[in-house]
């Protein structure tokens, strides 16, 4: 079935540095990447939504400068979060979805832990 | 907005029993309904899903059954085992897209006792 792989799974920064997760997918063509956070015993929040290409749309109330994404290819999204603080402290998640294919793959997570 | 509620927040049953977790969403135009089921540490699995034109759908012991007038949909989970114990989301594509954004549930914190 469908795979995306995401990396780092654990990553612990210091405040101020910069960090980048990778989701890529191994199998298909991702036409659409989401990118969720989600905070302990909370549900999934869509942060934005990218389409190959073109630029991401942020949901309300989430920095594009503080969390940037980049979906340059079909199989290669990123979230870089910029001059991350303690509050940025959460488990980051992305989806794919391709064109064609009714469902959403969703990679592994990515905890994020500024110090 | 889409606002979908999910029911219960937390699910204690025992091995063998059945758990039944609802969702009701506002948006009548969603026409996609996945289930994912989340361990701790770990990104959602799909388990199941259903699609508007279908009002029930079955694997193994996993259900899902929707009722699109009252706009809600349920998971189904009959002979629970101890590996079932997970956080279980709801979700619909918000607007009815092929590719949309989902709008997720609360969860659902199930827990089987042996």
């Known amino acids: 079935g469908a795979v995306v792989s995401q990396h780092p799974s654990r990553v612990i920064c210091k405040s101020g540095t910069s960090v980048k997760i990778e989701c890529r997918s191994l199998?298909?063509?991702?036409?659409?990447m989401f990118w969720y956070r989600q905070f302990p015993k909370q549900s999934l929040m869509l942060m934005a939504t990218s389409n190959e290409g073109s630029k991401a749309t942020y949901e309300q109330g989430v920095e594009k400068d503080k969390f940037l994404i980049n979906h340059a290819s079909l199989t290669l999204s990123t979230l870089t979060v910029t001059s991350a603080h303690p509050e940025d402290s959460s488990f980051y998640i992305c989806?794919?979805?391709?064109?064609?294919?009714?469902?959403?793959?969703f990679g592994s997570g990515t905890r994020l832990t500024v110090v | 907005g889409e606002n979908v509620e999910q029911h219960p927040s937390t699910l204690s049953v025992q091995e063998g029993d059945s758990a039944v977790i609802k969702c009701t969403y506002s948006?009548?135009?969603?026409?996609?309904f996945p289930w994912y089921k989340q361990e701790l540490g770990k990104g959602p699995q799909l388990i199941i899903d259903?699609?508007?034109?279908?009002g029930e759908k079955k694997d193994q012991r996993i259900a899902v059954t929707l009722n699109k007038t009252a706009k809600h949909f349920s998971l189904h989970i009959t002979e629970t085992q101890p590996e079932d114990s997970a956080v279980y989301f709801c979700a619909v594509n918000a607007g009815g897209t092929s590719y949309g954004k989902l709008t997720f549930g609360q969860g659902t914190i199930l827990t089987v006792h042996p």
């Open positions: 199998d298909f063509q991702a036409t659409t």
């Open positions: 259903i699609r508007s034109n279908v």
């Open positions: 989806s794919a979805a391709s064109q064609g294919n009714y469902g959403y793959t």
């Open positions: 948006d009548s135009a969603s026409n996609y």
